[in-house]
């Protein structure tokens, strides 16, 4: 395994895990004590869990696809500004799907110890992807 960190993140984290829905690699590069902060969530997800929500999103919009527009690495800690597209095919959290596109932005965190993510923040709008699949109305533009 490699222990390039941004490696990491960009092809095991964005690639892989994401992009292909390889959840079978999580093992490799999320440490056994891993947490996810997510928006909405009031308790950090541990690995079993991410697997899981990952699987989810993978089932709901299955040609997600991300673009990392803009990384930095310092140390053991990579962030990245990223846009994800794709499509609402399958049901999202109760919500049958509705076939829009969606796009969304977002950042993460992620501190790395020997080569493996061991914890990951993550921000992005809910309530923007709950608006664009129709979940939720979309509120006036000042």
């Avoid at 993140?9 to 996810?36: C, G, M, S």
């Avoid at 049958?96 to 061991?118: C, E, M, N, Q, Y």
Wanted: aromatic share 10%.
């Amino acid at each position: 395994m490699t222990t390039n960190n941004k490696d990491v993140v960009l092809r095991l984290w964005y690639q892989e895990l994401w992009d292909n829905w390889n959840i079978a690699v999580a093992d490799d590069f999320l440490t056994d004590d891993y947490h996810l902060h997510a928006p909405g969530v009031p308790i950090p997800l541990d690995r079993a869990t991410t697997k899981q929500v990952v699987a989810m999103y993978g089932a709901s919009f299955p040609d997600l696809k991300h673009t990392v527009d803009e990384i930095i690495v310092a140390g053991d800690t990579v962030a990245a500004r990223w846009t994800v597209r794709g499509t609402h095919r399958g049901e999202f959290q109760g919500i049958p799907a509705t076939g829009k596109s969606v796009k969304l932005s977002g950042i993460t965190f992620h501190h790395l110890t020997d080569g493996r993510v061991r914890e990951t923040w993550l921000v992005y709008d809910n309530m923007e992807l709950l608006q664009q699949i129709g979940a939720v109305p979309a509120t006036a533009k000042a």
